[in-house]
């Protein structure tokens, strides 16, 4: 079945840092993929997300590029700031039919000014 | 339209009472998902809706637990005879199907404790 691997976390850094939360899937077929951020205690916003391969998912300076030669969309962000601290899940979903979104673990960021 | 609404934001109840949960999608959207989520993980898939018809339950929705979509708008989630294992966040998602590759959309979750 679908399924999506992300880092574990926590992952700690200074404002200003540069980030990258990795993320691979496993999917039949050409998902879309997705990153939701979770805030503590809220439900998950939409952050980005890529409906091909070598699309790039763009969004308040985070980004990510789907990548089908390696099964990879990683997020990244060259300044983190302390508001970006929060959960952020990656996110498949094949098109049509009856399938569902399926999610990563998350992973935890926490940004120290 | 003001997104996907789900009432309570938090429900305290004792262990073996039962609990109901709305959710209101966005308006025109055909398809509503119910998720569970702990404590350290992501959301965990347990039933979907596309307009009033439910189309798939996960392994994890037990006898215990029923949802219903009447007339294709909200849905509601109810928990009989409650165990604290049953404490987590559940999360209320709705999509527009026909579209190529749509993203969900979703609340801001009912977190529910058993006690």
């Known amino acids: 079945g679908d399924s999506v691997t992300q880092m574990e976390g926590p992952v700690t850094l200074s404002e200003e840092a540069f980030l990258t939360i990795n993320c691979t899937y496993t999917?039949?077929?050409?998902?879309?993929l997705f990153w939701y951020v979770q805030y503590p205690g809220e439900g998950l916003q939409l952050l980005l997300k890529?409906?091909?391969?070598?699309d790039k998912g763009s969004n308040k300076g985070f980004e990510a590029t789907y990548r089908k030669e390696t099964t990879s969309f990683h997020l990244e962000k060259g300044s983190v700031q302390v508001s970006d601290s929060a959960v952020y899940f990656c996110a498949l979903r094949r098109a049509g039919g009856s399938y569902i979104p399926t999610f990563g673990r998350g992973t935890s960021l926490i940004v120290h000014p | 339209d003001t997104g996907v609404s789900q009432n309570p934001r938090h429900k305290i109840t004792k262990r073996g009472q039962n609990v109901t949960f709305r959710c209101d999608p966005i308006s025109e959207h055909n398809r509503l998902y119910w998720y569970r989520q702990t404590l350290g993980q992501g959301p965990e898939f347990l039933t979907y809706f596309q307009n009033e018809a439910q189309l798939e339950k996960s392994r994890l929705l037990s006898d215990r637990f029923s949802a219903e979509r009447p007339k294709g708008s909200f849905s509601t989630l109810e928990i009989q005879r409650t165990e604290q294992g049953d404490s987590a966040m559940y999360l209320c998602a709705s999509s527009l199907e026909g579209q190529v590759n749509t993203e969900a959309f979703f609340g801001q979750g009912t977190r529910l404790t058993v006690v």
């Open positions: 890529a409906t091909k391969a070598d």
């Open positions: 999917a039949t077929g050409y998902p879309s």
